[in-house]
């Protein structure tokens, strides 16, 4: 597709502000129609939850994103991108992931960060460490194969990488 | 020729350390060949790896199949399925 955007790709410890990622994306323009966002926050399990611990590779993690927003940007008509990923510890209710998506209708710029997301947990490579609140560790969090089935169902038509 | 290997999450902590650099000895063609040869170096990697087919590996920061060459890697990670989002 002519004229793909660039997808923005932040692996950070510190926060990020969601305003200020749509009002970076949006400012100084008029053609975009639809900017949907999804922020990933940290749960605290009923109370069980002290913190999580990311672990990353660093490097590899913010290739990988940029390998799937790449391909999402291919495969929807976007007019922006951005996903920023956090790492280090991370208290409940604080932020963890964050993907904002723009296009001049709502679907491809929906349908783009559920795909990016769906991705992400799958393959970006970040693992959670739980910590709980009666001071003992919780261990590694297991991945689901509910995350991995949800990455699958985009693979029908998805087009040839190049 | 030393390839590095990184170890991420229960990988790392079981194998005890995040990284090393190894000779790899003649014979260790694929990623499949190559789990099977450190599952044979120690109790420590033997615990890591117990289950091999659970371990992802990502050569030179790409995620790749048990059955991929390995040769003219310079960096090989092996961690456990992704929990990141």
């Known amino acids: 597709m002519p004229g793909a955007v660039v997808p923005t790709v932040r692996i950070q410890a510190e926060d990020f502000d969601v305003a200020a990622e749509i009002a ?5 323009r008029a053609d975009i129609g639809a900017v949907v966002t999804f922020s990933g926050l940290c749960r605290d399990e009923a109370g069980r939850l002290a913190a999580l611990e990311l672990e990353h590779y660093p490097g590899m993690a913010e290739a990988e994103i940029g390998r799937i927003a790449t391909e999402a940007v291919h495969r929807w008509p976007l007019q922006g991108l951005t996903a920023i990923h956090r790492h280090g510890r991370i208290a409940p209710g604080e932020n963890i992931v964050l993907v904002v998506a723009a296009s001049a ?3 491809a710029a929906f349908e783009a960060a559920n795909f990016l997301m769906d991705y992400l947990k799958s393959r970006a490579p970040f693992w959670k460490k739980e910590h709980h609140t009666d001071g003992s560790q919780g261990g590694w969090v297991d991945a689901k194969e509910a995350d991995d089935e949800a990455a ?11 | 020729m030393s390839t590095r290997l990184i170890y991420f999450a229960w990988v790392r902590e079981r194998i005890g350390k995040p990284q090393e650099d190894v000779e790899l000895p003649a014979g260790i063609e694929t990623v499949a060949d190559l789990l099977r040869w450190l599952k044979s170096r ?18 030179n920061q790409e995620h790749v199949e048990h059955r991929e060459k390995i040769s003219g890697a310079r960096e090989i990670a092996l961690f456990p399925p992704m929990t990141g989002g």
């Open chain 1, 24 to 28: 970076r994306m949006t400012q100084g």
């Open chain 1, 105 to 107: 209708h709502r679907q």
């Open chain 1, 152 to 162: 699958s169902r985009w693979k029908q038509a998805v087009p040839k990488r190049n």
């Open chain 2, 42 to 59: 120690g109790e420590e990697y033997e615990h890591a790896l117990q289950y091999p087919d659970v371990i992802r590996v990502a050569i």
